[in-house]
C-alpha cells in the first residue's frame, strides 16, 4: 500500500490542504498527515510547531485558538484544515495515517480516539513513541506504528518492533538498504520518497510514503 505524504500530489499542491487530499483520494491513494491540538483543543492538520515557516507569523499552535489559526491561514489562502474535516472527505474509504507531532497528554489522546472511532482506516504513527504507548493504553486494539528516523540503530529499530501491540513501523527510506530491516515481519512503511524515478524504483516491493509523483 502506498500514501501521499502530506497529500503533495505534486508540486502544484501544497501541504495538509484539503483540496490537497481530495486530490489525493481522487488518484486511489490514502494519505499521511500531521497533527497539533490547538489551544482550545481542536486537531489540526498542520506540520509545524509554529506558524512562522508557512505563515511568517511567529505563534505556537498550542498556545493559540483553531479561530485565530483559521484566520491566519485563509487570508493567505492556504486554510489549514481540521482533522475531522479530512475525515469526513475520507468517507472512511481511504486509509489515514495520522502522526502526532508533539506529545499530547492522556485526555487529548482519548479525544482523538473519541473523534476518530466512527474511521476505521485510521492509523496513528509517531516518532515519540511515548504518544503510540499512551494510546495503546487506553484501547489495546488501536491501529498504531512507531516512527524511526536516522541515525536510530537498527537494533533499536528491531527490539521495539517486538511489541506485539505494534501494527507497523514508519522508516526513512536509508533503512531501506537493511536486510535485517527487511527481513522483519511487521509491516513497513518508507518515507522521503519525493521523486518518480524513487517511487518507480522502490514501489514493486515495498510500502512508500512518497510525494510529487
Given at each position: 500500500m502506498h500514501l501521499i505524504h502530506r497529500g503533495i500530489v505534486s508540486k502544484h499542491h501544497?501541504?495538509?490542504?484539503?483540496?490537497?487530499?481530495k486530490q489525493?483520494?481522487?488518484?486511489?491513494?490514502?494519505?499521511e498527515t500531521d497533527i497539533h491540538a490547538t489551544k482550545d483543543n481542536e486537531f489540526i492538520c498542520f506540520h509545524d510547531f509554529t506558524l512562522k515557516r508557512i505563515f511568517k507569523r511567529n505563534l505556537n499552535v498550542k498556545n493559540i485558538n483553531y479561530s485565530k489559526i483559521k484566520d491566519v491561514s485563509t487570508r493567505l489562502n492556504k486554510p489549514i484544515p481540521l482533522l475531522k474535516d479530512l475525515l469526513k472527505f475520507s468517507k472512511n474509504r481511504y486509509p489515514l495515517f495520522i502522526e502526532?507531532?508533539?506529545?499530547?497528554?492522556?485526555s487529548l489522546l482519548k479525544k482523538l480516539l473519541k473523534d476518530t472511532s466512527k474511521y476505521k482506516k485510521c492509523v496513528f504513527i509517531s516518532f515519540k513513541h511515548e504518544n503510540i504507548y499512551n494510546l495503546l493504553k487506553?484501547?489495546?486494539?488501536?491501529?498504531?506504528?512507531?516512527s524511526f528516523s536516522p541515525p536510530t540503530?537498527?537494533?533499536?529499530?528491531?527490539?521495539?518492533?517486538?511489541?506485539t501491540n505494534i501494527d507497523c513501523l514508519i522508516l526513512d527510506k536509508i533503512f531501506l538498504?537493511?536486510?535485517k530491516i527487511q527481513e522483519l515481519k511487521i509491516e513497513k512503511y518508507f518515507y522521503t520518497i519525493k521523486t518518480k524515478s524513487e517511487f518507480h524504483k522502490y514501489n514493486k516491493n515495498n510500502n512508500l510514503i512518497f510525494e510529487n509523483l
Open positions: 501544497k501541504e495538509n490542504l484539503l483540496q490537497s487530499f489525493s483520494f481522487k488518484k486511489g491513494y490514502g494519505i502526532i507531532k508533539p506529545i499530547f497528554s492522556k487506553v484501547k489495546k486494539s488501536t491501529k498504531v506504528g512507531l540503530s537498527i537494533k533499536k529499530i528491531i527490539k521495539k518492533s517486538k511489541n538498504k537493511s536486510k
